[in-house]
């Protein structure tokens, strides 16, 4: 886990992250988690123009560290500066699907079988689950007709299955044609459906195409996702913008992301507070109401109506004077009516008092409130959960237009007395 925020004016933008992170590994059947509070999130992306990125989620693409891929970007992006931030992106995300170094084309067809083969068990299981067995190895019982019928109902189960707007047709016969030979040379041994089953042979290529096909269909829900957040100023732009995009990783040779609506700042825009991955106390302080109780509070306000509405007619002596759905369309329209005016109240005595300030805060002082977000997020949890899956040192950088990328506050991993040829080559 991690907390991030960017706050933008039509001065600047201030990039604000944590330094936790959290290796997740497995021994003995039960998930192990370790947390360190060493990794950088925070990087400028340009030597010469106003732009910096932030990484949230994993910490690797396709088990190449975030980092090494951004300072290589780096230092291959030089000198060069585009007229718009949106050129960077994508300039970034080009330089990532096509270097053949970082990510070669025998990791990324690993990659792919290893999506593929992740996606086995679940296949699987559903042929498990057809005829309500126990366990897998109850497989081995069911007769070859009774295999062939439960594919027969997962393959037209997986057709059905809507396919995501970043995945396509040729994603996926582009995995069939690169995938389906080595899966079904490999099924008879590591697959439990056929193993010491030969009378099962004509079934496997049926089985590995679905498979494929599913694995293709399902590759967003499972993929170790990474929020890139890129922030600052193009050559022609005179205030900053916010670009967020989210990385899926690799579906063979195609790199897998979107990009959410870009925030542009201008002359007329309201200031941005934007958190990232856990943000509910910079929820509630920019909000005045913590996201939990604006959720219990909805809940709660509709069962109290229709519990209202219910001994109303039964003071009047008819229960059942107003249907069951009647009463919850009645219950529905006023518990949107009182959210909407008691909600519009907090945002105006909250949000915009606050956004409307950011514009006149000194560059210093939009720094501090970047910081000392973080820092309540990071007390948050550490006195409510044992993992302090937000802490570690905050670094916090300003992007401005005519300064360029300036640190506030930065951690080194070495001393900086011992080090000052580092600056020097830096």
């Known amino acids: 886990m991690t907390a991030e925020i960017a706050i933008m004016s039509r001065t600047a933008v201030v990039l604000a992250a944590d330094s936790a992170t959290t290796v997740t590994s497995w021994k003995d059947g039960l998930q192990e988690r370790r947390y360190f509070k060493g990794a ?11 732009v910096g990125l932030m990484i949230y989620g994993s910490a690797s693409l396709q088990g190449v560290p975030w980092e090494l891929a951004i300072k290589s970007f780096r230092e291959d992006l030089g000198e060069e500066q585009h007229d718009r931030l949106e050129a960077y992106p994508k300039r970034f995300f080009d330089f990532i699907e096509h270097h053949e170094k970082l990510f070669s084309e025998q990791a990324r ?9 992740s996606a086995a068990y679940r296949m699987q299981k559903m042929v498990s689950d057809q005829h309500e067995l126990d366990s897998l190895a109850g497989l081995s019982a069911l007769s070859t007709a009774q295999v062939d019928q439960a594919l027969d109902i997962i393959e037209a189960t997986v057709d059905e299955m809507p396919l995501h707007a970043l995945i396509t047709d040729v994603d996926i016969a582009n995995a069939i044609a690169k995938s389906s030979t080595s899966f079904i040379e490999a099924a008879p041994e590591s697959l439990i459906i056929f ?8 079934l496997v290529p049926k089985f590995v195409n679905t498979l494929i096909k599913y694995a293709v269909k399902d590759f967003i829900n499972f ?10 100023y193009g050559k022609d732009d005179y205030y900053p913008s916010l670009e967020v995009f989210e990385c899926y990783g ?26 990232f991955a856990t943000t509910s106390m910079i929820d509630t302080f920019r909000m005045g109401v913590a996201p ?6 909805f809940d709660s306000t509709s069962l109290a109506l229709a519990d209202f509405g219910r001994k109303v007619m039964e003071e009047c002596g008819t229960p059942d004077a107003v249907q069951s759905e009647r009463l919850a369309e009645l219950v529905k329209e006023a518990r949107d009516g009182h959210t909407d005016k008691w909600f519009h109240k907090i945002r105006n005595q909250h949000f915009f008092p606050l956004s409307n300030i950011i514009h006149s805060l000194p560059l210093p002082d939009m720094a501090g409130l970047a910081k000392s977000l973080i820092e309540l997020e990071s007390l948050k949890e550490r006195v409510t959960k044992p993992s302090e899956s937000v802490s570690g040192p905050i670094d916090v950088a300003i992007i401005s237009k005519h300064d360029g990328f300036v640190w506030i506050d930065r951690k080194h991993y070495f001393k900086p007395e011992l080090n000052p040829r580092f600056f020097k080559r830096s």
């Open 40 to 50: 950088n999130k925070l990087f400028e992306l340009s030597r010469s123009a106003p």
């Open 109 to 117: 067809n690993q990659a792919l079988f290893n999506l593929i083969g």
């Open 195 to 202: 193993q010491n089953q030969p009378d099962r042979a004509s």
């Open 223 to 232: 993929s170790d996702r990474t929020g890139v957040v890129i922030a600052g």
């Open 250 to 275: 690799f579906l063979g040779d195609r790199l897998i992301f979107s990009r959410q609506d870009p925030r542009n700042m201008d002359a007329e825009s309201p200031a941005v507070i934007q958190p």
């Open 292 to 297: 939990d109780v604006f959720g219990a509070v």
